[in-house]
């Protein structure tokens, strides 16, 4: 009788059952190395908790296929009975196989789980989204780290609650992993993209509808003279009122008021309307000198919410050298000490390189060279701190192999570097009754003259 023995004895039946059980001990033994801290390499994870899984299934899947294939074979040879091999439960052989198999199978069900279990977990780690797929999110990953939200990971903003947001994220995944394997990321990748709605990301952790006190901002520039020298402009923003108006910045904010907008361009610079409904269900539209009817419907419709402003709240990129060596100066990481300092900074971190690796030996070599021939004594420490803090403002912001740079995402929150509030507080989107958006300067912040 062809028993179950002599099914498994199949190649395709052996070879299942090896795998599975090499993958088995592997993964428990590695899984234990991961979760002890053994490895730090990014793609560890990769390996224990997707691989390892996927053979192990496989091997598996294998079993019954080979299993199968001999009882096929068995049963073409005349002399083999035809009939289901008989279970005699009487028999304690046959009743030992069948607890064995009833265990082994438990074993592999918990075996399955631990693996689903630990790779939706990594697959939701900032080492997965950064690293893993490195080269592409590299810009983000690196300017994340150093950013106000590097302890909140990539998912709490990019990924919504529940079932449905898990599998539109899943499917992004895959069509990212295929962009990558096909070597047709965007480069740089452009801003905006799809987010889950604000209510299931930003707002589990801030409350902007809460009643807080006016934020003072102190803006420090220097100078590209011999002394580097400073401008302070200090700010009172109205986050509570302001002189003006008893309406706050965050009053777009307030679920009270919705904000719709129409951009005609990808990344909504230009916004030739803008519409208005408030708590009790009055409209009030605005729009752009020469707006017509064509232009709204040609472009995108959108209701402003936290990215509108906050559009590079997770990993900004400096929006420029200036901005970033200033603020490098500030932090005492670059040392104002150092004659032209600011300028020479400037000059090292816009130059082109080919490769990040070529830009720290050359910033190096820039900056000493150019104290070399100044001639006179320079303070070494001071030159040795400036190397290491200009050489970071260039790791964080300029990725050659990305074509990310300075500028490539520019910021929506000011009016500075980017044209920002004022795409639409230009005093020039109208209403019917002939009232603007306004660009008076004290709505938003009230200048502290400092003595
Ligand atoms: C605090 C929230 C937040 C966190 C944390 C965050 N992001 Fe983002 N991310 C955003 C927002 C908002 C946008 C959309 C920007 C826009 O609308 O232009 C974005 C856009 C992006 C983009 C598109 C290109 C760009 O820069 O606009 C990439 C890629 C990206 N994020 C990757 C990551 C990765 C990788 C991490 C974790 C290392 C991460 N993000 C963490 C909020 C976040
Ligand atoms: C998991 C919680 C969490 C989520 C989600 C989150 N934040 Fe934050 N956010 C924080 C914490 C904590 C801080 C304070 C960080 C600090 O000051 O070191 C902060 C600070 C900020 C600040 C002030 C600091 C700065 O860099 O200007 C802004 C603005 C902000 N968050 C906006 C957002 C927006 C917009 C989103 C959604 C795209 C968001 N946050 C999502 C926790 C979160
Ligand atoms: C109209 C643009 C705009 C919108 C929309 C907006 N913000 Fe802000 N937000 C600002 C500005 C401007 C500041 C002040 C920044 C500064 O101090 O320079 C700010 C400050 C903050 C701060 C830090 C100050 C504080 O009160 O602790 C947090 C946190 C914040 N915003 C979260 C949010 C969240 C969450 C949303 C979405 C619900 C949102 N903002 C929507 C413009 C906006
Ligand atoms: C998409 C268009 C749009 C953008 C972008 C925008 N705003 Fe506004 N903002 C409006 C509209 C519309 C009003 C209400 C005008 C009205 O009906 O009086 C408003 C009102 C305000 C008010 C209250 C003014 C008052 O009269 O009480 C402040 C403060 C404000 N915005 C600040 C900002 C800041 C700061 C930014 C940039 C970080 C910004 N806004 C970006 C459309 C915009
Ligand atoms: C619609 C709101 C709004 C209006 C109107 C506005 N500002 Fe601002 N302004 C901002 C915000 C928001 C910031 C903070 C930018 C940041 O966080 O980097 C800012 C920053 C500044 C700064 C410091 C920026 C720096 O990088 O040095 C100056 C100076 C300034 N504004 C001047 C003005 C003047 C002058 C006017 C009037 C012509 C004006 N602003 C009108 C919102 C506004």
Excluded at 331 to 347: D, N, S
Aim: charged share 15%.
């Amino acid at each position: 009788m062809a028993g179950r023995e002599a099914l498994a004895r199949h190649p395709l039946a052996i070879a299942g059952a090896l795998i599975t059980t090499a993958s088995a001990v592997a993964f428990i033994a590695l899984g234990i190395a991961v979760l002890a801290g053994l490895f730090n390499n990014p793609y560890a994870g990769l390996v224990v908790f997707v691989a390892i899984p996927v053979l192990f299934v496989l091997g598996l899947l294998l079993i019954p296929v080979g299993m199968r294939l001999q009882q096929r074979k068995l049963l073409r040879d005349p002399a083999a009975p035809t009939d289901w091999p008989v279970f005699d439960f009487r028999r304690a052989s046959v009743r030992r196989t069948a607890l064995l198999i009833t265990a082994l199978t438990a074993v592999n069900i918990v075996i399955v789980l631990l693996a689903g279990y630990g790779s939706l977990h990594w697959m939701e780690s900032p080492t997965f989204c950064g690293q893993v797929c490195h080269t592409p999110m590299h810009p983000q990953f690196t300017a994340w780290q150093a950013a106000s939200h590097s302890r909140v990971a990539c998912v709490n903003c990019h990924v919504g609650e529940g079932a449905a947001g898990f599998v539109h994220a899943k499917m992004a995944g895959v069509r990212q992993l295929v962009h990558v394997m096909t070597n047709s990321v965007p480069k740089p990748i452009p801003p905006g993209g799809d987010l889950p709605p604000v209510a299931q990301t930003c707002l589990n952790c801030h409350t902007p509808g809460h009643t807080v006190p006016d934020r003072i901002r102190t803006f420090r520039e220097f100078s590209d003279d011999e002394t580097n020298s400073e401008t302070t402009t200090v700010m009172q923003m109205h986050m509570g009122t302001s002189p003006k108006s008893t309406r706050s910045i965050h009053w777009h904010a307030d679920p009270a008021n919705r904000v719709e907008y129409v951009a005609t361009d990808a990344t909504r610079e230009t916004i030739p309307y803008v519409k208005v409904t408030n708590a009790s269900g009055q409209v009030k539209e605005y729009r752009a000198a020469d707006t017509t009817d064509e232009t709204i419907k040609s472009g995108t419709a959108r209701t402003m919410d936290c990215r509108d402003c906050h559009n590079t709240i997770g990993h900004p990129i400096s929006p420029t050298a200036e901005q970033a060596v200033d603020r490098a100066i500030a932090a005492a990481q670059v040392a104002r000490e150092l004659p032209f300092v600011r300028r020479e900074g400037v000059r090292l971190v816009t130059a082109t390189y080919a490769s990040q690796d070529d830009a720290m030996s050359a910033i190096e070599s820039g900056l000493r060279s150019f104290y070399q021939s100044q001639g006179g004594s320079v303070d070494q420490q001071a030159l040795s701190r400036s190397v290491t803090g200009l050489q970071d403002v260039y790791r964080r912001n300029v990725f050659p192999s990305m074509m990310v740079s300075f500028g490539s995402y520019p910021t929506n929150r000011g009016h500075f570097t980017s044209t920002g509030c004022f795409r639409c507080h230009d005093d020039s989107h109208t209403a019917a009754d002939g009232s603007t958006i306004s660009a008076e300067c004290e709505l938003c912040h009230t200048q502290i003259e400092t003595p």
